[in-house]
Structure formats: C-alpha cells, structure tokens
C-alpha cells in the first residue's frame, strides 16, 4: 500500500463519514486503536516453536469456507475511522463488509475469480477484473486481500520469503512480508488450532487494526 490517495470522489465517500469528529466516531476509533498501546514480546523463534508453526499451517492452509466478525479500523497517516466487519469467505468467493457506525453508511466488496463488485459509493456499485484492481482504482488503496486471506489466519501467505517472531506463549506474534509488518496482539490459544484475535498491520503509510470477536471455520 505505497501509492497516494488520490483526492477522488470515491474515497471521499468512504473516509468522510469515519473522519467526523463527533465524539462517538472517535470513541469508537480510540477504542480500537488502544489496542496498540502495549506492544507484544516478541522472541526468535527455536526449532520447537517453528515445527508448531508449520503444523498450524499445515491444519490450516486448506481453509477456504470461513466467516469472521469483529472490529475494523484504518488509516492512510492523514484520514481514518472506524466500523463493523464482516468477512465471509467461501473458496475463491469473498464478502467483506464494513459497517460505519456514527452514519449506518456501509462498504461491501464482494466477487470470485469472475471479477469484483464494490457497492456502498455515492456514484453506484463499481467492478472491476479482481479485488485488488477495484480498490486501487476506487479508493486508491493497494490491498494485498489476497495475502490478508492468509494473514488474518496467522499464516504465512505464498507470495514470497516471510520472517517470523514469536510470542512467549510460542504462538507467532510478528510476520514480515511483501513489505508488510504483520503484528499478532492476542489469539484464541484456547481454540485448535490457535486463531488469531487481534491482527496489526502496518506499511507506511497504511495503518489496519483488526479486532475479532468470533471466528466461524467451516469443512
């Protein structure tokens, strides 16, 4: 996510009802952002800690059909805000929805390999060959939704070399890739195996925090 938003019409749909500084839009940012406030230990990880990653992924890496609900917030290092998310997906197909919450106003990018839809602008439902395309021509943001499929599991995605760090609960709590910094804060370590709770991810000037509250994996 290196490019400059551009000042596009678009974009100004999305970001200007999360910028307002009504306090409840701020409250609701702060309250995700705080997350931020305690970075995690993070130590190398030894062979043990290693072979327990590789056996997550391995568990893992075959789940397509999930949804997961939670808390999203963003910001570009000059605009932000705050909503609702939901994520279902189902193989190849994806539907990622966020929720503004001071406005009601929503944001739905949807698809499969047939091509991708973006509803929630002010000038109707854009398409586009595939995901990543539509957002950088919309809203000027280069998303790695791809990546993130893997990322917001605790994987490592395919894409190319990925360094780790882990927690003192031996559970990842950094992964570096495609120029990304993908901090882990907390899991669901009490699940098998463990999911990720909340995802911090990072490449200037792209700021994302996710808060999961439920993780639905289905066969």
């Known amino acids: 996510m290196t490019a400059v938003l551009p000042v596009h019409a678009a974009r100004a749909t999305w970001l200007r009802p999360i910028r307002a500084t009504r306090p409840a839009s701020w409250a609701c940012i702060a309250a995700v952002l705080l997350l931020a406030a305690c970075a995690p230990v993070r130590i190398k990880g030894d062979a043990g800690m290693l072979e327990a990653q590789a ?12 949804t997961l609900t939670g808390r999203l917030a963003v910001s570009n290092g000059r605009d932000g ?3 609702s998310l ?6 190849e197909r994806y539907d990622f929805t966020v929720r503004a919450p001071v406005t009601g106003r929503s944001f739905r990018l949807h698809g499969g390999p047939g091509g ?26 280069q998303v790695p939704l791809r990546d993130l499929r893997a990322w917001v599991l605790g994987l490592r995605a395919d894409s190319g070399p990925a360094q780790l760090g882990f927690g003192a609960d031996g559970l990842p709590s950094l992964l570096q890739q495609d120029g990304w910094k993908v901090e882990y804060r907390d899991w669901y370590a009490d699940r098998t195996p463990a999911l990720p709770r909340k995802v911090f991810a990072e490449r200037q000037p792209y700021r ?12």
């Open 116 to 141: 991708a839809v973006l509803e929630g602008l002010d000038q109707g439902p854009m398409r586009g060959a595939d995901a990543e395309t539509l957002m950088a021509r919309a809203l000027g943001w």
């Open 55 to 66: 056996a997550r992924e391995a568990a893992l890496s075959g789940q397509d059909h999930w």
């Open 86 to 91: 939901t994520w279902e997906q189902d193989g």
């Open 208 to 219: 994302v925090r996710l808060s999961i509250e439920n993780w639905d994996l289905r066969p």
């Open 81 to 83: 805000g705050s909503g």
